[in-house]
Structure formats: structure tokens, C-alpha cells
């Protein structure tokens, strides 16, 4: 079936530190979503995306957070700077439209903030 | 807002007995409810989805019914498979949102032969 990708699997980073996560969709979908687990924690919404646009956020998404999809290429979240407590398990899903069409997901990256 | 409520961490059974997972939720409005199903290292896939009523939706032997009434969303299957061993996860989005999901915390199912 259809495949999300991401990139990497695995980051680790100093506190303060950019990293960007990136997130290869289905590619005819046209809604995307950003996810945060931290170890142990049910997963949570982070941010929704579409047509170049936040559609909506949680609390979670934070100033230091931002997403982008740049000529429909990868869809990707930054965080500048880094902080401790964004260690955790980020996975990324694409939707064709909303309500009960299916998210399909990504397998998730890694992130560890030292 | 809107929650899921899974009760159960970790459920642990026997090869061939039947799977029962919980699954409460509350919102304030019009819902669709899904179970996702995450094996080890790999993606959450979504295994049943519904919005009606008292319907039973039914996916690769596992099935479950929408109780407004109750608000639950429980998962079932007849008999357990050493394959379904993997974590399950209910989660809701409502109709006033842009498809956000709302999870549970998820349960981890053992199968054992």
C-alpha cells in the first residue's frame, strides 16, 4: 500500500541545536500532520498542514517549531533551537482529504536532545 | 476536549482465545472513531474505522461496533493469532477539525502459543 517516509530514522543533537525532520508523503495526498511520542506517552497532535498553510496546532507546537512542504517536496518540521524536552518519537501521516479518510503514517524518527 | 481512554497496558493471552481491547472516548461533537495497529518498527496502519451507530465494521478478523451510547469503541476478534501480537491504538477526530487525531495511550497485545 502506500508508503510514508522518513528522514532519518534516528537524530541525536546537542540542546540549542536546528534539526530538521523530513517527511516524504504519499504523493497524491494533500493534508499533513506532525505527531510527538515521548517514550511511554500516547502520541499526540503536534500540527496539520495544507496547501501551503497551518490548518491548526496544538500546544504542543511550540514558537521554536516550524513546518514547510517547499514545491511539494519534503514536508518538514523544524525546531530552532532544541530543547531537552523535545526528545521524543515524531511521526508524520498524510490524509487525501479529512474526516474518515485514512492517515497513513510514517514509521517515525528518533529524536534525542542531549 | 476531545480523549481517548484505553484501559488496558498491556494484555496478555493464549493463541486461539478471542481479543477484547477497550476503547472510550468523549467529545463534544459529531465523531469518527479508528483503530490503529503498530507492529514492532514499523508504522501505525489503520486496521478499522466508523461513524455510525451500532454498525459493525469488520477488517482482517478483527471487528468493532460504535456505541454512541456509551461512547466506546471496543475491538474484538474470535480468536487470537501469534501475528496479531502489536500495539493497538484507538483514536478519534472530530467533524470540526482538520482530521486531527486524538489517541489513547494503547494497548500492547502478547499473543503466546
Known amino acids: 500500500g502506500p508508503k510514508v517516509l522518513q528522514i532519518p530514522s534516528h537524530q541525536i543533537i546537542d540542546m540549542g541545536q536546528m534539526v530538521t525532520l523530513n517527511c516524504d508523503p504519499v504523493?497524491?495526498?494533500?493534508?499533513f500532520y506532525w505527531y510527538k511520542q515521548i517514550l511511554g506517552q500516547q502520541m499526540e497532535f503536534l500540527v496539520n498542514?495544507?496547501?501551503?498553510?497551518?490548518?491548526?496546532k496544538s500546544k504542543l507546537f511550540k514558537d521554536q517549531f516550524s513546518v514547510e512542504r517547499p514545491d511539494g517536496s519534503y514536508f518538514t518540521l523544524k525546531i530552532q533551537p532544541t530543547a531537552l524536552e523535545d526528545s521524543a518519537v515524531y511521526f508524520c501521516?498524510?490524509?487525501?482529504?479529512?474526516?474518515?479518510?485514512?492517515?497513513?503514517f510514517g514509521p517515525g524518527t528518533r529524536l534525542t536532545v542531549l | 476536549g476531545d480523549s481517548v481512554t484505553q484501559t488496558e497496558g498491556l494484555v496478555t493471552l493464549t493463541e486461539g482465545l478471542p481479543v477484547m481491547l477497550n476503547c472510550t472516548y468523549q467529545?463534544?461533537?459529531?465523531?469518527?472513531l479508528f483503530w490503529y495497529v503498530q507492529h514492532l518498527n514499523e508504522a501505525p496502519k489503520l486496521l478499522l474505522k466508523?461513524?455510525?451507530?451500532?454498525k459493525r465494521t469488520e477488517h482482517q478478523g478483527f471487528h468493532a461496533t460504535l456505541h454512541k451510547s456509551s461512547s466506546s469503541f471496543h475491538l474484538q476478534k474470535s480468536s487470537a493469532q501469534l501475528s496479531d501480537s502489536a500495539l493497538y491504538y484507538c483514536?478519534?477526530?472530530?467533524?470540526?477539525?482538520?482530521?486531527?487525531?486524538?489517541f489513547g495511550a494503547g494497548t500492547r497485545l502478547a499473543v503466546c502459543p
Open positions: 501521516a498524510s490524509s487525501l482529504r479529512t474526516g474518515e479518510y485514512e492517515q497513513y
Open positions: 504523493s497524491n495526498h494533500l493534508y
Open positions: 498542514f495544507y496547501n501551503g498553510k497551518v490548518m491548526e
Open positions: 467529545t463534544a461533537y459529531s465523531t469518527f
Open positions: 466508523s461513524s455510525t451507530d451500532n
Open positions: 483514536a478519534l477526530s472530530d467533524r470540526d477539525s482538520f482530521n486531527k487525531l486524538t
